[in-house]
């Protein structure tokens, strides 16, 4: 069974403070990470997607890089808009679970400004 | 303007009482799923369809069903809801390719409450 594990639960920042949101997963061969921000009241929104350990994206402030056991979602001086709730989700390759996508609890983010 | 729209956004209802939640998606993707969230419990999957008349059970399908008739419908049906059905559902869909499926698209989510 695919697992996902995000920490902290909760992250609280100044703005400016750089920082990092972490997710751990274990699936059975891993045919996508995919990162989302998901504000109050609203669906979630897709930031990136990750296929294989060694691989990173950015956009704007936010910088996703992978391993073959976690992922890490990296925030640069980030803004007060940057507050969100952060989703991690895996997709793995086995063959009952080609539909399935595994969510992680999510971390919501503050900024503070 | 590419969407998934649920419908309706709020539902307040008795124990029992079939209802059905809508989803339509108009981005012509092959797969669409269902999820609801729970404080604690994040996003879980409720059942999911790879194309046309393809659907198969996530995580959580107990008490639930669904039907893909057309690419763009993905209706979620609760045939006798149940205060444990309280939840935030949410509809997604995307492109599938070849290693698996693109990024989803979320509706912007429907709040039910049974009493």
């Known amino acids: 069974e695919d697992q996902v594990t995000q920490s902290p639960e909760a992250l609280r920042l100044q703005e400016g403070e750089s920082s990092s949101l972490n997710c751990s997963y274990t699936?059975?061969?891993?045919?996508?990470l995919f990162w989302y921000r998901q504000d109050p009241g609203k669906g979630p929104e897709f930031l990136f997607t990750?296929?294989?350990a060694g691989e990173e994206k950015e956009k704007e402030r936010l910088k996703a890089t992978l391993t073959k056991k976690e992922s890490f979602l990296h925030i640069t001086a980030p803004k007060p808009e940057d507050s969100a709730t952060y989703l991690c989700?895996?997709?793995?390759?086995?063959?009952?679970?080609?539909?399935?996508?595994?969510f992680g609890q999510g971390t919501i983010l503050t900024v503070h400004p | 303007e590419a969407q998934v729209t649920q419908n309706p956004r709020y539902l307040i209802t008795v124990t029992g009482k079939k209802l059905t939640v809508t989803c339509s998606q108009n981005?012509?993707?092959?797969?669409m799923s269902w999820y609801r969230q729970d404080p604690g419990l994040g996003l879980r999957q409720i059942y999911y369809?790879?194309?046309?008349?393809?659907?198969d059970k996530g995580d959580v399908p107990e008490g639930y069903k669904v039907s893909r008739k057309e690419k763009r419908n993905f209706p979620l049906i609760l045939e006798s809801p149940s205060p444990n059905q309280t939840s935030l559902y949410f509809c997604?869909?995307?492109?599938?390719?070849?290693?698996?499926?693109?990024?989803?698209?979320f509706g912007n989510g429907t709040r039910l409450t049974v009493t």
């Open positions: 997604a869909s995307s492109y599938r390719d070849r290693g698996g499926n693109s990024p989803l698209h």
């Open positions: 699936v059975s061969g891993l045919r996508g």
């Open positions: 990750l296929y294989s």
């Open positions: 989700a895996v997709q793995g390759a086995g063959g009952t679970s080609y539909g399935k996508l595994t």
């Open positions: 981005m012509n993707h092959e797969y």
């Open positions: 369809s790879m194309n046309v008349e393809a659907t």
